[in-house]
Nanobody, 123 residues
Framework: QVQLAESGGGSVQAGGSLRLSCVAS????????MGWYRQAPGKQRELVAA???????NYADSVKGRFTISRDNAKNTVYLQMNSLKPEDTAVYYC?????????????????WGEGTLVTVSS
């Protein structure tokens, strides 16, 4: 079983900062892309940021210059540093990873998701 566990969500005032973490656990051989998605109430889930195994990053236009994604391959962990938070950033944030692991008695690649962590930004 491969699982992703998010942490770091909470409530913060506009202009504040939060740092989200996501740790992948299980019998893991490698992880390719990792990323963060978010979904606000009544809205479609959207990609916030992604990072490849080699460190190439991609950000949604709405968070460029404010959010920074990074990863620690040795720890199977991805981070999202969120600065200058705005009320529009309020959402449930989900960790996503393309994981190569031992699943269902074989080596397999799965698109793993965390359960989500709530970020609330007040004005």
């Amino acid at each position: 079983q491969v699982q992703l566990a998010e942490s770091g969500g909470g409530s913060v005032q506009a202009g504040g900062s939060l740092r989200l973490s996501c740790v992948a656990s299980g019998i893991i051989f490698s992880i390719n892309d990792m990323g963060w998605y978010r979904q606000a109430p009544g809205k479609q889930r959207e990609l916030v940021a992604a990072v490849s195994r080699s460190g190439t990053t991609n950000y949604a236009d709405s968070v460029k210059g404010r959010f920074t994604i990074s990863r620690d391959n040795a720890k199977n962990t991805v981070y999202l540093q969120m600065n200058s938070l705005k009320p529009e950033d309020t959402a449930v944030y989900y960790c996503n990873a393309d994981v190569r692991g031992f699943i269902s008695y074989s080596r397999k690649t799965v698109d793993a998701w965390g359960e989500g962590t709530l970020v609330t930004v007040s004005s």
